[in-house]
């Protein structure tokens, strides 16, 4: 029986999303919602023009007002959020109530935290809920996942993800793929670690190490904060270590580091000429404005490496992946990666192969399962 799919936010991943779902998963329907109408139909219009079908229909929607919300998620089997972090556990809220299955785009570990705490109430709707179902999160712990099951035992797993312009300009180097507030709270908050078998909270913009990638040259990588999800309270008896680290081009770390040492990102309000101002938001306004005027096409770096034993003898895994913006459908690396990633799982939910609840990413969809999914997207992944 088919399907009907809903997005809420016809953004950037969430156009990627529907369009995936539109090729891959034989939907009934994809209703694509956002508060700007105008948003939806350019976004629906344009995976019905690349499918050349009239699968996606736009709708208006406040994601935050849950009579609205529950109207727009009405005979939707399974919704995909791709709106900003914070949102996800309100919107998981009224799904259950609607008893709509639904997974998302996550980013912070804390919010998915509120989500999953809704487990009964998921499985008492019959429905499925899956948080950070993105790109890190996500696919970076499906790679996680696949080192680990190819292992018979794991001693470490190291993921490292960078989405990056292909033409960087100083002094930042960097492109601004996803929304500002995502990537301050990558920036800011804490790193979830595996260490010794225990959970351990690093701060982040720290642990600095060069990064060989065939492609791009010398690169660095350092902690930030979201990307191991729930991973490591999932995995802390099984591994020894398991983190995560972003890449980017050597300097921008120290660069970032000035913000966040100097209370850019502070969320207590100063005074500027006799106004009150909250630092963070003048800075998501100023600086991420200035960044999503840097037009470039965009790439990105991924690595996973696990370290433990096969066959009874040491072993070393490594999975890489070194994507392009698509230049045939124009869907950037960021959203091919992240709005297919997130379809994956939205499919698999609506197949009935996870179980109700509010489900953790990493046990809902087994690693090789995930990586055989992203390969037919035209993915290529090398393995080491």
């Known amino acids: 029986m088919k399907k009907t799919y809903a ?38 219009w344009r995976v019905n023009d690349l499918i050349g079908s ?74 499925t809920c899956i948080p950070d179902c993105g790109l890190a999160p996500g696919l970076v712990n499906n790679l996680g996942c696949w080192l680990m099951e190819h292992l018979d035992e794991t001693e ?42 225990d959970i351990a909270l690093v701060d982040t913009l720290d642990e600095l190490e060069s990064l060989q990638i065939d492609e791009l040259g010398e690169m660095e990588a350092f902690t930030t904060s979201g990307g191991t999800s729930t991973a ?3 995995f802390k008896d099984r591994v020894r270590s398991y983190e995560y680290k972003t890449i ?7 660069r970032m580091r000035i913000f966040k040492d100097f209370g850019f990102w502070g969320e207590s309000e100063v005074e500027v000429c006799g106004k009150p101002v909250i630092p963070r938001y003048l800075f998501y306004k100023v600086f991420g404005d200035a960044l999503a005027k840097i037009e470039d096409r965009d790439q990105c770096a ?3 490496v696990g370290v433990g034993k096969k066959d009874g003898q040491p072993k070393t ?50 690693g090789t399962k995930f990586v055989d999914e992203i390969q037919k997207r035209g993915v290529v992944l090398k393995f080491s």
């Not at 369009?19 to 350019?42: C, M, N, R, T």
């Not at 989405?163 to 920036?187: A, C, D, M, R, S």
């Not at 980017?248 to 120290?254: I, K, L």
């Not at 913006?325 to 869907?331: M, P, S």
Request: charged share 20%; hydrophobic share 40%.
């Open 54 to 127: 009239a699968i996606c229909h736009p709708s208006q929607v406040n994601a935050l007002d849950p009579a609205n919300l529950a109207e727009f998620l009405k005979d939707v089997d399974v919704v995909l959020s791709c709106v900003p972090y914070w949102m996800h556990p309100k919107i998981a809220a009224v799904a259950i109530e609607t008893k709509t299955s639904m997974v998302d785009l996550g980013g912070n570990t804390e919010i998915t935290m509120q989500t999953l705490a809704m487990d009964d109430q998921a499985r008492s709707a019959g429905v």
């Open 302 to 304: 991924v690595r996973a």
């Open 156 to 197: 470490s797993v190291k993921l490292y993800c960078g989405v990056l312009p292909q033409h960087p300009k100083p002094p930042f180097n960097y492109k601004l793929t996803f929304n500002v507030e995502g990537l301050v709270t990558e920036y800011d908050y804490k790193a979830v670690v595996v260490r010794n078998h």
């Open 317 to 366: 895994l490594q999975i890489d992946i070194f994507d392009k913006e698509d230049e045939v459908t124009g869907f950037t690396s960021m959203e091919r990666l992240t709005g297919f990633s997130c379809a994956i799982y939205a499919r698999e939910v609506a197949e009935g192969h996870v179980e109700p609840g509010c489900v953790r990413y990493e046990t809902a969809v087994t």
């Open 7 to 44: 997005i809420l936010g016809a953004g950037m991943q969430g156009t990627a999303a529907a369009y995936d779902l539109a090729k891959f998963a034989d939907p009934e329907a994809i209703k694509v919602g956002d508060v700007s109408f105008e948003h939806a139909k350019q976004s629906a």
């Open 232 to 234: 490591p309270y999932t």
């Open 248 to 254: 980017r081009f050597p300097g921008h770390c120290e």
